[in-house]
């Protein structure tokens, strides 16, 4: 059974920074493509960024390039999101995502991509 496990989130001032982590379990997703995606309230899922496989050039949301840092450890199984200089608009729920599959770079962003998702990790960005 696979599972997808976040922790990291929390309550920051604007301008800190935070690393989420994602803890796979029940499968290797080295080969195949895991990411982040995000809810900030009253909007929809929004994707934030994703890997395709390991050591891919990483696809980042044009909302969060040069502040976020998607990466992975394979010897883990784990997903890192790295998050600078947050702003009050990053505040959202989090989610590591994956799938069985190594996706076409144009498809990355595609909620529907993904069949596994973790519970999702709080991010408060205060002003």
């Known amino acids: 059974q696979v599972q997808l496990v976040e922790s990291g989130g929390g309550l920051v001032q604007a301008g800190d920074s935070l690393r989420l982590s994602c803890a796979a379990s029940?499968?290797?997703?080295?080969?195949?493509?895991m990411g982040w995606f995000r809810q900030r309230p009253g909007k929809e899922r929004e994707f934030v960024a994703a890997t395709r496989w390991s050591g891919s050039t990483p696809s980042t949301a044009d909302s969060v390039k040069g502040r976020f840092t998607i990466s992975r450890d394979n010897a883990k199984n784990m997903l890192y999101l790295q998050m600078n200089s947050l702003k009050p608009e990053d505040t959202a729920k989090y989610y590591c995502?994956?799938?069985?599959?190594?996706?076409?770079?144009?498809?990355?962003?595609?909620?529907?991509?993904?069949?596994?998702w973790g519970q999702g990790t709080q991010v408060t960005v205060s002003s």
């Open positions: 995502v994956a799938t069985s599959r190594t996706l076409i770079l144009s498809s990355v962003a595609q909620l529907g991509e993904y069949e596994y």
């Open positions: 029940g499968r290797s997703f080295s080969r195949n493509t």
